[in-house]
T-cell receptor
Framework: KQEVTQIPAALSVPEGENLVLNCSFT??????LQWFRQDPGKGLTSLLL?????REQTSGRLNASLDKSSGRSTLYIAASQPGDSATYLC??????????FGAGTRLFVKA | ETGVTQTPRHLVMGMTNKKSLKCEQH?????MYWYKQSAKKPLELMFV???????ENNSVPSRFSPECPNSSHLFLHLHTLQPEDSALYLC?????????????FGSGTQLSVL
């Protein structure tokens, strides 16, 4: 059974710091991995999607990497800003309408 | 505009009420989903519809009843809910192709059952 774990559960950093969020999954048989952002009480916004054949994806200050064989992904946020404060979730797509989510990392960026 | 619209944004209901959540997608997708998000827990998949046919029902209690009248609309009918059903209910859609899937979410309905 696929399980997705995100560490740390919460993180507080000063503005301007570079940071890394971690995601691990137990079964390497995935089609893709997606990183989402969620603001309190709101829906999920897709940030980056990495196909299983890819190693990384970049969008602006965000860079996501994928090591499928070891079951790990990282989301790198450069020069963090208070507006980056949110919960970040990773999710793996295993086929047949099944996307498994982690519990998320709650990020707070202090001004 | 996310392309997936959910109403209402907030809902408070008693345990004997009947209410419905509505979701509409404007993305031309062929699959729609209901997810439940409880505090500090991962999203739980409830139902999946592909081309208006239910293809997934993850042991959800019968007090939750989904309906998909066409590929753009999805409803979740609620009746005799319990306080533990209080959660954020999220609708999502995708262009399902088997080996690739990217989910697009609505803003959710925050449900409180008293």
């Amino acid at each position: 059974k696929q399980e997705v774990t995100q560490i740390p559960a919460a993180l507080s950093v000063p503005e301007g710091e570079n940071l890394v969020l971690n995601c691990s999954f137990t079964d390497s048989a995935i089609y893709n991995l997606q990183w989402f952002r969620q603001d309190p009480g709101k829906g999920l916004t897709s940030l980056l999607l990495i196909q299983s054949s890819q190693r990384e994806q970049t969008s602006g200050r965000l860079n996501a990497s994928l090591d499928k064989s070891s079951g790990r992904s990282t989301l790198y946020i450069a020069a963090s800003q208070p507006g980056d404060s949110a919960t970040y979730l990773c999710a793996v797509y295993t086929g047949g309408f099944k996307t498994i989510f982690g519990a998320g990392t709650r990020l707070f960026v202090k001004a | 505009e996310t392309g997936v619209t959910q109403t209402p944004r907030h809902l408070v209901m008693g345990m004997t009420n009947k209410k419905s959540l509505k979701c509409e997608q404007h993305l031309g997708h062929n699959a729609m989903y209901w997810y439940k998000q409880s505090a500090k827990k991962p999203l739980e998949l409830m139902f999946v519809y592909s081309l208006e046919e239910r293809v997934e029902n993850n042991s959800v209690p019968s007090r939750f009843s989904p309906e998909c009248p066409n590929s753009s609309h999805l409803f979740l009918h609620l009746h005799t809910l319990q306080p533990e059903d209080s959660a954020l209910y999220l609708c999502a859609s995708s262009h399902f192709s088997g080996s690739d899937e990217k989910l697009f979410f609505g803003s959710g309905t925050q449900l409180s059952v008293l």
